[in-house]
């Protein structure tokens, strides 16, 4: 039965370096093990149906549909205008508004594309006008969107809590420190790549920066709804008001009148328009999600993580050396499909393995979400990368080595600490008693 299980993994990577939808790559994957595994698949849909039914679940579309209405709000805008004031004007500063603004923002969404997409068109731009390469511009925020995907509330860390029945109060908060140490990592990198570039301060750059500062005030108030919002979100959801499902309903509900009202960002044509792509994309999501469910719980009937343990033990028990393993096989899993996919058919399978090593559950779900992050930024699959590109208007031999730089030095380091240290990402968690 094994080799039967490694044929149909096989088949899922030759449909997707064929680019077939991520939905049809796992519905035939399923297609294979009705006809050739010894599991009933009618017996499978109606528990992955039953599953899809938990509310749980309910959270990702509404976060896609909230990150949507705010890419087309302005709310990006009013962020990008605050930060600017405190550090947009020294040498490399306006790098560092884009980290944090990214930051912010997937405090809002909880997601890596909704930073490209809502700063990507008003941030590369004035990046580029300061002096900054576009290729370096474009891959700085696209690395720096990521953070969606690991500052809570994240919609990977929802998925994860749902696969391995683990608080996902505690998941968002394992995420926390790692995202924030990246956030820092990748300012003070913008900040010591940028002095090879000519971008002087001049005479006119530090009267700009007078008069940001006279309107500072203005400034303040004219972000304070877009403020509110994690604030909102964040503080409901740690201080026990409402659930990550409901969190998001708020999260969506809050964008509709500061998208219409308060910062007049987009007309009703407009709105029926973004909600029309978020339902397109949340049925999609949706779709994947069931199968892939189904297929990862396939795959623990079959009992695919015991025999990963042994296999994994028979190499060698140390546990350096089988972490290091763990980590290059979920970045592997995130360079060839979206973290979301990964997240569901990896998490089952490893959780047994890591809880052999002694990793908690909570730990492990910090090390898969930074992992499968810095996946999401890598060829072939690299979805968030290649959005970049088409936002920046660079190429791809453009933007790849400045992306490379920040994921080694940026990233990369991060990720080995998040492994090896666990108080990065169980320090938070234990604040509140979830550790």
């Given at each position: 039965?094994?080799?039967?299980?490694?044929?149909?993994?096989?088949?899922?990577?030759?449909?997707?370096?064929?680019?077939?939808?991520?939905?049809?790559?796992?519905?035939?994957?399923?297609?294979?093990?009705?006809?050739?595994?010894?599991?009933?698949?009618?017996?499978?849909?109606?528990?992955?149906?039953?599953?899809?039914?938990?509310?749980?679940?309910?959270?990702?579309?509404?976060?896609?549909?909230?990150?949507?209405?705010?890419?087309?709000?302005?709310?990006?805008?009013?962020?990008?205008?605050?930060?600017?004031?405190?550090?947009?004007?020294?040498?490399?500063?306006?790098?560092?508004?884009?980290?944090?603004?990214?930051?912010?923002?997937?405090?809002?969404?909880?997601?890596?594309?909704?930073?490209?997409?809502?700063?990507?068109?008003?941030?590369?731009?004035?990046?580029?006008?300061?002096?900054?390469?576009?290729?370096?511009?474009?891959?700085?925020?696209?690395?720096?969107?990521?953070?969606?995907?690991?500052?809570?509330?994240?919609?990977?860390?929802?998925?994860?809590?749902?696969?391995?029945?683990?608080?996902?109060?505690?998941?968002?908060?394992?995420?926390?420190?790692?995202?924030?140490?990246?956030?820092?990592?990748?300012?003070?990198?913008?900040?010591?790549?940028?002095?090879?570039?000519?971008?002087?301060?001049?005479?006119?750059?530090?009267?700009?920066?007078?008069?940001?500062?006279?309107?500072?005030?203005?400034?303040?108030?004219?972000?304070?709804?877009?403020?509110?919002?994690?604030?909102?979100?964040?503080?409901?959801?740690?201080?026990?008001?409402?659930?990550?499902?409901?969190?998001?309903?708020?999260?969506?509900?809050?964008?509709?009148?500061?998208?219409?009202?308060?910062?007049?960002?987009?007309?009703?044509?407009?709105?029926?328009?973004?909600?029309?792509?978020?339902?397109?994309?949340?049925?999609?999501?949706?779709?994947?999600?069931?199968?892939?469910?189904?297929?990862?719980?396939?795959?623990?009937?079959?009992?695919?993580?015991?025999?990963?343990?042994?296999?994994?033990?028979?190499?060698?028990?140390n546990k350096f050396i089988l972490l290091i393993m763990v980590n290059i096989f979920l970045f592997t899993v995130g360079m060839i499909v979206n973290d979301g996919t990964g997240m569901i058919l990896c998490a089952p399978m490893l959780?047994?393995?890591?809880?052999?090593?002694?990793?908690?559950?909570?730990?492990?779900?910090?090390?898969?979400?930074?992992?499968?992050?810095?996946?999401?930024?890598?060829?072939?699959?690299?979805?968030?990368?290649?959005?970049?590109?088409?936002?920046?208007?660079?190429?791809?031999?453009?933007?790849?080595?400045?992306?490379?730089?920040?994921?080694?030095?940026?990233?990369?380091?991060?990720?080995?600490?998040?492994?090896?240290?666990?108080?990065?990402?169980?320090?938070?968690?234990?604040?509140?008693?979830?550790?």
């Amino acid at each position: 039965m094994l080799t039967i299980v490694l044929l149909d993994i096989l088949l899922v990577i030759v449909l997707l370096i064929l680019a077939v939808p991520l939905p049809f790559c796992f519905g035939g994957a399923l297609l294979f093990m009705s006809v050739f595994g010894e599991v009933s698949m009618k017996s499978m849909m109606l528990w992955g149906f039953s599953q899809m039914l938990n509310p749980i679940l309910l959270a990702s579309p509404l976060f896609i549909l909230s990150g949507t209405l705010m890419g087309g709000s302005g709310i990006a805008k009013r962020l990008l205008d605050f930060v600017d004031v405190f550090i947009g004007h020294i040498k490399g500063g306006l790098g560092v508004v884009c980290c944090f603004t990214c930051a912010v923002i997937g405090a809002i969404s909880g997601s890596g594309f909704t930073g490209v997409a809502a700063t990507g068109p008003i941030l590369i731009p004035r990046m580029v006008e300061q002096g900054y390469p576009r290729g370096y511009a474009t891959a700085l925020l696209t690395v720096s969107s990521i953070l969606g995907l690991l500052i809570p509330p994240s919609a990977i860390m929802i998925l994860y809590g749902w696969v391995t029945g683990t608080s996902i109060l505690a998941c968002f908060m394992s995420t926390a420190g790692p995202g924030l140490l990246i956030t820092v990592n990748l300012s003070i990198l913008n900040l010591y790549l940028v002095r090879r570039y000519n971008m002087p301060l001049d005479i006119d750059s530090i009267e700009t920066v007078r008069q940001k500062r006279k309107e500072l005030g203005s400034r303040t108030i004219n972000a304070l709804p877009a403020l509110l919002m994690p604030v909102i979100i964040l503080g409901g959801i740690y201080g026990g008001i409402f659930t990550a499902t409901e969190a998001a309903a708020v999260s969506a509900a809050y964008a509709i009148p500061v998208g219409f009202w308060i910062y007049k960002g987009f007309k009703k044509g407009d709105f029926f328009k973004l909600c029309r792509e978020a339902a397109t994309s949340s049925g999609a999501l949706m779709t994947m999600i069931l199968f892939c469910l189904i297929l990862s719980q396939t795959y623990v009937i079959l009992k695919v993580p015991q025999a990963l343990v042994e296999f994994m033990f028979s190499i060698t028990h140390n546990k350096f050396i089988l972490l290091i393993m763990v980590n290059i096989f979920l970045f592997t899993v995130g360079m060839i499909v979206n973290d979301g996919t990964g997240m569901i058919l990896c998490a089952p399978m490893l959780l047994p393995l890591v809880q052999e090593l002694g990793i908690t559950p909570i730990h492990f779900a910090a090390i898969m979400g930074v992992n499968l992050a810095m996946g999401g930024v890598t060829p072939p699959y690299a979805s968030i990368l290649y959005l970049g590109m088409r936002v920046g208007k660079c190429s791809f031999n453009e933007i790849l080595k400045p992306t490379i730089i920040f994921l080694v030095f940026g990233y990369l380091p991060v990720i080995l600490l998040t492994t090896y240290w666990a108080p990065l990402s169980l320090f938070i968690p234990s604040l509140f008693g979830l550790n």
